[in-house]
């Protein structure tokens, strides 16, 4: 099938079997495997369009659910879609609204149509089917568009999660029937199964038979432990085609991503670097630091002395710490620059230590460095 998303797989790790390769879009290519900053209401919070191009973001991720309710997708119609509404010529990728369906889980009700639930600022009742999420995914633009699924809770039972992988997959024959604009924009099937293998197998077997350009990984960073998740990407990856994306949903923290490449994940996403740049909070090459702690009202050294970023060239931990401890926005802007650039930095190391074949050599230093090696280590 003709689609205008393709996958180029450049090179294979020796050491770990990572893959290196490259997504191209109808808004430029990728490099892959990738980090992609989050935009939930058409804006990287805190960011620029012109400093995520400048920190080397080409990819997006924007939120199909907030974007229907605020500012709806008339309004972003009329503007010429979400390229041009918030002024990125990048990349674009949209989830489908089952993420927040499983987040809106006291307040919504499944069935084979579709969900019913609340709006979570004014009560509304609000209906999303997969026909529903492909109109609004297709008025939006995005270059990648999302399977409507549903993403069951950690843990769930067997039976649960059987009928739960059964209704996923007939949503996506419907979301492939009512996609409308297919030669523009692509969209991806999600393999969901929680823990439990054999639904995993079920679940890809159901969405790699209908052919999409690129499939994802839903259902985990849900609270399971992480060894949990890199079993089951060790037995789901293998599934999934060799010559198209694959991409696991929600995950973000710096050991994590290692791991999933290691794994043969090309493409990941999180809130996890902006969110807790709002707290204080920064990824460093040593692990996390927490600049508004007290200890840092004097320190007038970089939040990371090993990075090159803008932030750390140019501005102190005692000042950062004092812009937030004052609520000042500037200073969640200077620690979310900081936290993007730093994965998207680590995404081109892991990338150059897959076409060097050392992988597995640059995970053990980083890991090492990063202090994830000790007992009781502290990680996001």
């Known amino acids: 099938m003709t689609t205008p998303i393709t996958y180029e797989l450049i090179k294979t790790c020796k050491q770990t079997g990572a893959r290196l390769g490259r997504v191209h879009t109808p808004h430029g290519s990728f490099d892959t495997p990738t980090f992609m900053p989050v935009g939930t209401l058409a804006t990287v919070k805190t960011m620029s369009p012109e400093e995520l191009k400048e920190i080397g973001s080409s990819i997006i991720l924007s939120n199909t659910y907030h974007l229907w309710l605020r500012p709806g997708q008339e309004i972003i119609k009329q503007a010429g879609g979400l390229h041009r509404f918030m002024n990125w010529d990048?990349?674009?990728?949209?989830?489908?609204?089952?993420?927040?369906?499983?987040?809106?889980?006291?307040?919504?009700?499944?069935?084979?149509?579709?969900?019913?639930?609340?709006?979570?600022?004014?009560?509304?009742?609000?209906?999303?089917?997969?026909?529903?999420?492909?109109?609004?995914?297709?008025?939006l633009g995005s270059d990648i568009m999302m399977a409507f699924d549903e993403c069951p809770p950690y843990p769930a039972s067997h039976d649960y999660m059987k009928a739960s992988v059964e209704r996923t997959s007939r949503w996506a024959e419907r979301c492939l029937e009512a996609h409308s604009r297919k030669m523009e924009q692509g969209l991806f099937g999600i393999i969901q199964g929680g823990e439990y293998e054999d639904l995993r197998k079920q679940s890809a077997a159901d969405l790699t038979s209908l052919d999409f350009p690129g499939y994802a990984i839903g259902g985990l960073s849900v609270g399971e432990p992480k060894d949990v998740m890199n079993r089951v990407l060790e037995f789901t990856t293998p599934l999934m085609p060799t010559d198209k994306p694959r991409y696991l949903m929600g995950v973000g923290s710096p050991d994590s991503l290692i791991d999933g490449a290691i794994r043969g994940i090309d493409m990941f996403d999180c809130v996890l670097p902006t969110r807790i740049a709002r707290n204080g909070t920064c990824m460093t090459s040593h692990g996390r630091l927490v600049v508004r702690n007290a200890k840092f009202a004097n320190d007038f050294g970089p939040i990371d002395d090993n990075c090159d970023c803008h932030v750390c060239r140019t501005y102190s931990r005692a000042y950062i710490r004092h812009l937030i401890k004052c609520n000042e926005t500037f200073g969640f802007r200077l620690t979310t620059y900081h936290n993007l650039y730093f994965l998207l930095e680590l995404m081109k190391q892991v990338r150059n230590a897959i076409s060097n074949d050392r992988l597995g050599d640059f995970k053990e230093a980083f890991f090492e460095q990063y202090g994830l090696n000790k007992p009781n280590a502290k990680n996001f």
């Open 90 to 139: 990048r990349a674009i990728l949209t989830d489908s609204g089952g993420f927040q369906v499983f987040s809106l889980s006291d307040r919504r009700k499944i069935t084979e149509e579709g969900v019913q639930f609340r709006h979570h600022l004014s009560g509304e009742k609000l209906f999303l089917s997969p026909e529903k999420a492909m109109e609004i995914q297709n008025i």
